[in-house]
Every structure is written in structure tokens, then in C-alpha cells.
């Protein structure tokens, strides 16, 4: 038994795919969006669950302060200094003061 093949017919039907997909991009879009978002939700079950095995049931973590504590002097020392520029003052790169800008704008004078 032979299989015949009409590569007319098949070369005209993959001209008139793109035409056909440009048609119906937006359910192409969207089939292509659930398709990844399965496959997105697969790859997160395969690699995120197997690490849930590794806990260690109804032992508890111990750590010792002095294994934590430059950590948390590291921590303080950041939180410091973030606080450290509420307080500070920066120079007007500018040269000079944006009072005496909108003096010269016209903007501070008042009318009397």
C-alpha cells in the first residue's frame, strides 16, 4: 500500500496558515498563554514540592546567639544608616537656592 502525497495541496494550506493565525491571534494568544501557564504551573509543582520533604518534621531549629549576632549587628548597622540620610543635609548642586530662582521668576514677589 503506497501513500500518496499532494505537496500542491500541502504548499498551498502552509501559504494560508499565517494568514489563518493573524486571523485568530487573539485566540492564539490565548491558547499560547494557557499552554505556558500549564506548563508554568508543572515546573513549579515538580520543583517546589519535593523541597517541602526536606523539613524536619516536629524538630526545631535551634541557633545560637552568637551565631546569630553578627547578622543582626550587620542588620542594625544597615538600618542605621538608611536612617542616617532622613537626617542629613545635601548642598544645592546647583549653585544657587531655589528661593532666590523664583525671585528672580517673579514668583515670591507679592503685591501690596
Do not use: H, W
Request: charged share 30%.
Amino acid at each position: 500500500m503506497k501513500i500518496k502525497i499532494n505537496f500542491r495541496k500541502a504548499k498551498k494550506i502552509l501559504r494560508m496558515l499565517p494568514g489563518i493565525l493573524a486571523q485568530k491571534a487573539f485566540l492564539l494568544f490565548l491558547l499560547l498563554f494557557f499552554v505556558d501557564l500549564v506548563f508554568g504551573v508543572f515546573i513549579f509543582y515538580r520543583y517546589n514540592f519535593p523541597s517541602q520533604d526536606l523539613i524536619l518534621g516536629d524538630q526545631v531549629l535551634k541557633i545560637e546567639k552568637k551565631t546569630l549576632q553578627p547578622c543582626l549587628d550587620s542588620i542594625e548597622k544597615d538600618r542605621e544608616r538608611f536612617e542616617e540620610t532622613k537626617t542629613k543635609i545635601y548642598p544645592n548642586i546647583l549653585g544657587a537656592p531655589i528661593a532666590e530662582y523664583k525671585e528672580e521668576a517673579g514668583e515670591g514677589l507679592t503685591e501690596e
